[in-house]
C-alpha cells in the first residue's frame, strides 16, 4: 500500500533550460499525496483550478525495504519495481506562486496528477542508468528521456531521500522528466512508453 510519493524536480539539464532554472546542486525533493495516483486507463479529470496543464513523464521507482541506504550500493536493495508515471503540472498556477515566493503543492499535488503504471519486478540484471522511455499526445511524441541523462541517478537519489526519511515498503519515488514538457486538453490522450518499462494511457476529459 503507498502511503508516501516523494517526486523530484529538475533532474535533466535540458529540462532545466526550458524552464529558465538553475542547475540544482542537490536534489529537488516535493511529494504528492497517495490520492494523486491514477491506475492506467482511468479517465484524468481536468482541474479546474488552473489552465495549463502539462504533462511530464518520468521513471517511478518502487521501494520494498525499510531503513535507509547510506551508499548508491545499499540504495539498489531498497528498490522492487520500477514503471513510468506522470507528474502532472498546472504551469500557470505554478509560475503565479513561484513569483510570489509561495508553497505550489496545489499546481503539483492536486487530485489525479500522478498517472501511473503497473510496476515491473526489479532484480540485478537491469541497468538503472539506461531506461529509455518516451511521452506521446494524441500519438505523437512529446518526450524522449533515457535515465542515463539524470543529475542524479536513481540510487543517488535514494541515498538523498535517505538522510530525511526512513524509506518504507510501498514508498514511491518519481525520479524527475526529460525536456519536452506541454499542455494538455480535454479530449487528448496521453501515452507513457518504454521497451523495459511498459506502456501506459490514460484520457483527459473535462471536469465534471
Not at 130 to 144: D, E, Y
Amino acid at each position: 500500500m503507498v502511503s508516501r510519493v516523494f517526486c523530484i524536480g529538475r533532474n535533466y539539464v535540458e529540462h532545466v533550460h526550458e524552464m529558465k532554472s538553475e542547475v540544482p546542486g542537490s536534489p529537488v525533493i516535493f511529494s504528492k499525496p497517495p490520492s494523486s495516483l491514477v491506475k492506467p486507463g482511468e479517465k484524468i479529470y481536468f482541474p479546474a483550478h488552473g489552465k495549463e496543464l502539462h504533462h511530464e513523464v518520468e521513471v517511478v521507482v518502487l521501494i520494498g525495504k525499510e531503513g535507509r541506504a547510506r551508499t548508491e550500493s545499499e540504495a539498489r536493495d531498497f528498490i522492487t519495481g520500477l514503471t513510468l508515471g506522470l507528474d502532472l503540472t498546472l504551469r500557470d498556477v505554478q509560475n503565479a506562486l513561484k513569483k510570489k515566493g509561495l508553497p505550489w503543492e496545489i499546481s503539483k499535488a492536486f487530485e489525479q496528477s500522478a498517472p501511473i503504471g503497473e510496476f515491473v519486478p526489479f532484480d540485478e540484471s537491469v541497468d538503472l542508468g539506461r531506461l529509455s522511455f518516451s511521452c506521446s499526445v494524441n500519438g505523437m511524441i512529446r518526450q524522449k528521456g533515457n535515465s542515463k541523462y539524470m543529475i542524479f541517478s536513481i540510487e543517488a537519489l535514494i541515498v538523498a531521500l535517505s538522510r530525511i526519511w526512513a524509506l518504507r515498503p510501498g514508498d514511491l519515488i518519481f525520479t524527475g522528466t526529460p525536456p519536452g514538457v506541454g499542455p494538455l486538453s480535454p479530449g487528448d490522450g496521453i501515452r507513457v512508453e518504454s521497451e523495459q518499462l511498459g506502456s501506459y494511457g490514460w484520457d483527459v476529459i473535462s471536469a465534471a
